[in-house]
């Protein structure tokens, strides 16, 4: 049995031989471990990977002795994580279908390890690719006098699903603080530029109007704060003046489905950690 | 003898049929010709290189003739320019040498096709570059007081050597409006992110704070907005979370040299043109 | 009425002025003109997008015109093509379906302006895909006994659907010369690598057993030499000691689906021309 | 005092927690750890910095209890490294500047942590470099009849100055078996294509006529088949069809420099290992 490890706390010395000295003391197998010290923030990252030579009924021992003899002495916060059970991946979306294409191929050809129990929007524009798939598709409609009620059923939809996290595949809406506070450092983002440049809306026409020669997408966690959550995954291409603002934004559904894509997959592979609204991505 | 002629003017048919012809006509042959039509703008622009069987004296009724015939009565702006003289450029510098360097090795291997009557630097602390590949150096102290003075004396410098255009190879000196106007997009600069984002001082901490994956650097004309002037040349490079704000120094001089290099090198080959404070970058 | 012109023939002088003033005489205005001389080889080209006022019977007129007073005496090879009728692509796969569903979503989203009248598969793997998205699918079984016969049935399938171009989609069968003789520079492979590294089968496990840092992508013309075709895009993306060779798949796939898909594009939108195994790739 | 030390040996279960146990109980600080199994060889790899209380004299104790408790049981090759000297690198050049001076204004800005004995050169034509900078010179001429005794004074030279480490900065000779085997895996060669395309003489003319649109450097220790070592870095840029020999050249240049550097860093930092003729890079 494998199982991934996440922990942070404040740095001190001796932390790793430690933990890993604990790990190997309760039979447990290191196969990979990662480790990061942000210096200045005085934090201490881990991730380790372990195979264990018990079973799943031993596992809950082991994750008492941890949180007892590990975790409060050194203030930890820590997360294990097994491959028994897939996490469920809910997918939010408007009027733009690349991102949902890309996500969908992805996940029928294996390569994304979560089950998608609905995908849902404000829309009813992608509803035939949700049956192209054969995946349940909820409409669920905004307007300025119903935000409240409809994001009340948006939960309800969720929750009836057991959700573990959200991608927001270009959805068009503004999600709310009080969803947010459900889903913290849950729920995954795919902006159109390389941000913070130009973050809000209708980046393409920005950056057209700017003039630069590069241009981005940026997959990241959503905060209270539109285009400022936690950074996951950045990359760009180049534009000349020769390029429309229809160039941009054909260039940019290739960088926006790429960057969305990773992002979903380091999150599905927990190497993702999160503090001081920045991010720590394992290898 | 060869020219390159710089066109731009307001878009209407026939223009390219029109200025070939005319060309073809005063024994000129075109070996290369790309033009780029603003559609938005509703503005013309062409680059083409022309061999003439004429030698210089014919040159100036070709331009006669050009202005008569063509300019005035398609409203052109243009430019001809003969490779004949090379054009003399000033290098501004203040305490970082990677961008000196870079330049200087360039030049001395052939490189860039241009004369450097001196450097210029409001410090003293690289002189000894200077003083290694035997070009005049200019200190020109700044202090609050003797800003307008200080900046007389640079213009006086400039002018005395007959200075076309001018690098700002990591020159930390803001550049006054008075300057800019005698130099219009002929003063380069080099600023050490991707523009938009990260404008004004100490752009590696901001990008570090705001935990970006990419970081960048941007080559423009200086005008009197900071960090405004139209980008000629960008390029990124990825970082971590595992780098410190001296590891994003470190890879942003590589950067930066390479970008200013290259947007030199366009500059000093005709291949940039700047129209509502964006290029136009030939191929 | 709008038409793109491709025009290739040993370089002289005079050549864009002729042109440009043939065009312009015959009511066309140029909207874009690219042109390049490849100098060792002594040949010029040119692309160049016409506007006309005529409509399409003119058109014929004016192809008369341009083979009898342009082409024989300048000794051009050309094509003009309009924008009346969609090139017809078909795609050939085996088992690997990233590329397809990529092409396809593409397709539906309105991103390829092609017809697409079958997918063909040596394999009923892929079936369901063309079912998803409601394609005809042809399945063409192939032996070492049935070589001949199976091509037959592919060259009639292609001939039945009036088949103008082909996209091999990660097609895991050599194509004969027969095909290939049949559909000059209209056949586009994708392979997975930076050719020419790593040529032929299994390039991620020659590229992981050389210990590289970059792995490629290239989309190519086919020719009856195996992988070395003339060249339209390629791109790469950096790699790791630590990365699996199922890794190298992993990030493989996302490079091939792009690259893939720039090639097709670029062959749609007539910007490609092909001379001494080579491409010439317009902007 | 801070100490590197690389080890690798064998893998199997509990080498991490050995190890790091093995250190803290000897009183070192782990502040960095990093890892490596390459599973189809079945061997571990690991990086640590370790922070010791302990002075000097302790650290040749800590080294024999680390081979005669740790190594000789887990059948280890390990090395520690320390700050208080640093590694003699040699430079040897041709007739191309362009790494030279890169080189050369990097070590003059701090930015590499060596010392630089001596330049040596088959050629004379970069003397006037070394001068510049003030490092010694040595020429060493070779021909068909010397080479042997050539290659005696090579290694003559580089005994006397104790190098540690050789960088080929664009060296064009053949570098023997015989001094290979004096420096294994301390000879860093830049070669001007992205390896294993193109090995060999004229790459850049190799890859223009295979016209191929990414021409790229790649920076490896040298071993006996020529351009066959192990690759520490590589990196590519985008070329056209535009672009002539010489173009690629000139854009080579600065990929060489770069991705040279890039290797000769990872050296100095002890961040290489090198293994099946592969490199483990660690971060």
Same mark, same amino acid.
């Given at each position: 049995?494998?199982?991934?490890?996440?922990?942070?706390?404040?740095?001190?010395?001796? +932390?790793?031989?430690?933990?890993?000295?604990?790990?190997?003391?309760?039979?447990?197998?290191?196969?990979?471990?990662?480790?990061?010290?942000?210096?200045?923030?005085?934090?201490?990252?881990?991730?380790?990977?372990?195979?264990?030579?018990?079973?799943?009924?031993?596992?809950?021992?082991?994750?008492?002795?941890?949180?007892?003899?590990?975790?409060?002495?050194?203030?930890?916060?820590?997360?294990?994580?097994?491959?028994?059970?897939?996490?469920?991946?809910?997918?939010?979306?408007?009027?733009?279908?690349?991102?949902?294409?890309?996500?969908?191929?992805? !996940?029928?050809?294996?390569?994304?390890?979560?089950?998608?129990?609905?995908?849902?929007?404000?829309?009813?524009?992608?509803?035939?690719?949700?049956?192209?798939?054969? *995946?349940?598709? !909820?409409?669920?409609?905004?307007?300025?006098?119903?935000?409240?009620?409809?994001?009340?059923?948006?939960?309800? +939809?969720?929750?009836?699903?057991?959700?573990?996290?959200?991608?927001?595949?270009?959805?068009?809406?503004?999600?709310?603080?009080?969803?947010?506070?459900?889903?913290?450092?849950?729920?995954?983002? *795919?902006?159109?530029?390389?941000?913070?440049?130009?973050?809000?809306?209708?980046? !393409?026409?920005?950056?057209?109007?700017?003039?630069?020669?590069?241009?981005?997408?940026?997959?990241?966690?959503?905060?209270?704060?539109?285009?400022?959550?936690?950074? *996951?995954?950045?990359?760009?291409?180049?534009?000349?003046?020769?390029?429309?603002?229809?160039?941009?934004?054909?260039?940019?559904?290739?960088?926006?489905?790429?960057?969305?894509?990773?992002?979903?997959?380091?999150?599905?592979?927990?190497?993702?950690?999160?503090?001081?609204?920045?991010?720590?991505?394992?290898?």
């Amino acid at each position: 049995m494998k199982a991934t490890i996440l922990v942070h706390c404040p740095d001190q010395a001796g +932390i790793i031989s430690t933990v890993t000295g604990f790990i190997h003391s309760n039979k447990g197998n290191i196969v990979y471990l990662d480790q990061h010290v942000d210096k200045p923030a005085n934090v201490f990252f881990m991730r380790t990977v372990v195979e264990f030579q018990n079973d799943f009924s031993d596992l809950e021992h082991f994750k008492t002795l941890f949180q007892n003899e590990l975790a409060i002495s050194y203030n930890m916060e820590w997360s294990l994580h097994t491959d028994d059970k897939l996490p469920r991946m809910a997918i939010f979306v408007s009027k733009y279908n690349h991102c949902l294409y890309d996500l969908l191929s992805r !996940y029928q050809s294996g390569e994304l390890a979560v089950e998608i129990p609905f995908i849902l929007s404000n829309h009813n524009d992608l509803r035939y690719i949700a049956e192209q798939f054969s *995946i349940p598709f !909820y409409h669920v409609h905004f307007t300025k006098a119903n935000r409240v009620t409809a994001e009340q059923e948006q939960i309800a +939809i969720l929750e009836k699903h057991d959700v573990d996290f959200i991608v927001l595949a270009r959805y068009m809406q503004i999600v709310s603080g009080n969803l947010i506070d459900k889903y913290p450092n849950k729920i995954i983002n *795919i902006h159109h530029s390389f941000l913070p440049a130009f973050a809000g809306a209708k980046p !393409y026409h920005a950056a057209f109007k700017r003039g630069v020669k590069i241009i981005g997408a940026t997959s990241h966690y959503v905060t209270e704060e539109l285009d400022a959550g936690p950074i *996951i995954e950045q990359d760009v291409t180049t534009v000349t003046h020769s390029h429309t603002i229809e160039d941009f934004i054909t260039k940019g559904r290739d960088l926006e489905k790429i960057v969305l894509s990773r992002g979903v997959k380091l999150h599905i592979a927990r190497k993702t950690m999160v503090y001081n609204n920045k991010t720590v991505i394992f290898s």
